[in-house]
T-cell receptor, first 111, second 116 residues
Framework: SQELEQSPQSLIVQEGKNLTINCTSSKTLYGLYWYKQKYGEGLIFLMMLQKGGEEKSHEKITAKLDEKKQQSSLHITASQPSHAGIYLCGADGYYGQNFVFGPGTRLSVLP | GAVVSQHPSWVICKSGTSVKIECRSLDFQATTMFWYRQFPKQSLMLMATSNEGSKATYEQGVEKDKFLINHASLTLSTLTVTSAHPEDSSFYIC????????????FGPGTRLTVL
């Protein structure tokens, strides 16, 4: 089965700083999703990447998928306290394989 | 976009009672629905895969008799936690797959279960 790893496990940054979260797969990714969550709350869909080398941005968040489609990064520019939460990467299976989540990265942004 | 709802959003129950959580796809038909569980400070873990009209497939370590899943229609799946105990307290999220083959999934808002 496909497994996802995320790094770092947790991150504390000062407001205004940039940061990057990584997600690595043991297998080729057919679809890579980034979500934000606070425990006990639903998932907030951020972005989905499918093609090798693809990059998408929304407001201050940019996500990239490498050419080999085994690694993705999520970059936040000029972080704000509102960015705090748990960031999860998730990956599609393909034809019957289940969707899997990474272990998550807990982000704290200090004002 | 596709919307998945869950009901209730939170529930508190006494130990030994059963709790039913509903997952509905509001504007599409979902042949497959998934149930996830999340403990504090942990990621989402898949509990079971629910296919309409057939028995659910449970992940290793998930008790079938404790977590009863029914997928009676293409828009509704239910998870019943039977004889709930405090250790069952958790956050439960369902998701629904829109198309077979390419697994685009949409997630419900989750249900927080507290067992006293």
């Amino acid at each position: 089965s496909q497994e996802l790893e995320q790094s770092p496990q947790s991150l504390i940054v000062q407001e205004g700083k940039n940061l990057t979260i990584n997600c690595t797969s043991s297998k080729t990714l057919y679809g890579l999703y980034w979500y934000k969550q606070k425990y006990g709350e639903g998932l907030i869909f951020l972005m989905m990447l499918q093609k090798g080398g693809e990059e998408k941005s929304h407001e201050k968040i940019t996500a990239k998928l490498d050419e080999k489609k085994q690694q993705s990064s999520l970059h936040i520019t000029a972080s704000q306290p509102s960015h705090a939460g748990i960031y999860l990467c998730g990956a599609d299976g393909y034809y019957g394989q289940n969707f899997v989540f990474g272990p998550g990265t807990r982000l704290s942004v200090l004002p | 976009g596709a919307v998945v709802s869950q009901h209730p959003s939170w529930v508190i129950c006494k130990s030994g009672t059963s709790v039913k959580i509903e997952c509905r796809s509001l504007d599409f038909q979902a042949t497959t629905m998934f149930w996830y569980r999340q403990f504090p400070k942990q990621s989402l873990m898949l509990m079971a895969t629910s296919n309409e009209g057939s028995k659910a497939t449970y992940e290793q370590g998930v008790e079938k008799d404790k977590f009863l899943i029914n997928h009676a229609s293409l828009t509704l799946s239910t998870l019943t936690v039977t004889s709930a105990h405090p250790e069952d307290s958790s956050f439960y999220i369902c998701s629904a797959r829109v198309l077979a083959g390419f697994n685009e999934q949409f997630f419900g808002p989750g249900t927080r279960l507290t067992v006293l």
